[in-house]
Nanobody
Framework: QLQASGGGLVQAGGSLRLSCADSGRIVSYVGWFRQAPGKEREFVAAMSWRGDRRNYADSVKGRFTISRDNLNNTVYLQMNRLKPEDTAVYYC???????????????????WGLGTLVTVSS
């Protein structure tokens, strides 16, 4: 079971760090997706479990950073310089079986956590 946390209300320009704890299952990559009201779920960031591949959506490059703590089986999404358009429910996911060229696809993930709401006020 993936468990995401760390969402909340923040002013534009602020920062939040999301966490996603896993039970320690063996996966090849982990990722973050988000879904804004009335919109489809979209890719945010992903990384290989070894840490040698990181992919980001263009909209968050330079502002968001994905990282993981293998010892605690936790994945993080550090979000800086937040914008109102970053408002969404954020989901963490984990998967196996695909190369890094597929990390942006929701269908590449086998496991999903419940989302955590991030609200950025202007």
């Amino acid at each position: 079971q993936l468990q995401a946390s760390g969402g909340g209300l923040v002013q534009a320009g602020g920062s939040l760090r999301l966490s996603c704890a896993d039970s320690g299952r063996i996966v090849s990559y982990v990722g973050w997706f988000r879904q804004a009201p009335g919109k489809e779920r979209e890719f945010v960031a992903a990384m290989s479990w070894r840490g040698d591949r990181r992919n980001y959506a263009d909209s968050v490059k330079g502002r968001f950073t994905i990282s993981r703590d293998n010892l605690n089986n936790t994945v993080y999404l550090q979000m800086n310089r937040l914008k109102p358009e970053d408002t969404a429910v954020y989901y963490c996911a984990a998967g196996t079986g695909y190369s890094s060229s597929h990390y942006h696809l929701a269908g590449a993930y086998n496991y999903w956590g419940l989302g955590t709401l991030v609200t950025v006020s202007s």
